[in-house]
């Protein structure tokens, strides 16, 4: 099997917005290559259209031209059921933010994808306990996020995010939140836990202490890609601040 059918290719994306009658070229012509088995980190100032490439990759957002080919399929070409169905069995999510639900404890807020495609609710729960214990979380499964620190609160939204085994990992600016110490945690855990042969892992980040994490990191400026570098990963790196 290729990477082709496995990975994520963008080639001459294009995405523009209006308002006030202004039309803004966010994406112009872009090119964008993720394989599977490795961490890609998408870098650059912000307002340089990262988000709005993942957000298109995941099919939240269409594009006025190009293609986008994302585990075999042409995502542009999906219907709005087919988008659904791929990101609820083959893509997970991390956010800056976490978004954890504040009522649920934290094997209840990792089992929502399980739920979500619809595996009942006891059976979800004990498999999101489980992901809790293989990431290191076995004491905080009955824990409320108000209960947990910043770190802890990210590190079980990528429980959530890989609990059903996803073909595709997004990850957006999942650092920008934490200190360097929880920042280093939550992508040691990334590396190790998340990056498997056959999965493609993209980090969004403008945070220049996890560029040691990436096996590839691809550059972009003004809607396009302008650097890719393939790298051998250093996380001693981390603290050095240089891409």
Known sequence: MTTEGQ?????????????????QHVLKRLRFDAEPGQLTMLIGPSGCGKTTLISIIAGLLGA????????????????PQQLLQMRLKRIGFVFQQYNLIW?????????VPLVADGMRWPEAQERGAA???ELGL?????????????????????????????DLLLCDEPTAALDARSGHQVMELLRSVAVRPGRVVIVVSHDQRVFGFADRIAEMDDGVVIRVEDRVPNPNAYSSGHP
């Open 7 to 23: 990975g994520v290719h963008c080639v001459d994306l294009e995405r523009s917005f209006e308002s006030g009658g202004v039309k």
């Open 64 to 79: 006025q031209s190009g293609h986008v080919r994302v585990l075999g399929h042409e995502v542009l070409g999906m219907d």
């Open 103 to 111: 009522g649920l404890n934290a094997a209840e807020n990792v089992a």
């Open 131 to 133: 992901m809790l214990r």
């Open 138 to 166: 076995g004491e905080h499964v009955h824990k409320l996020p108000r209960q947990l620190s910043s770190g802890q609160q990210q590190r079980v939204a990528i429980a959530r995010a890989l609990v059903h085994d996803p």
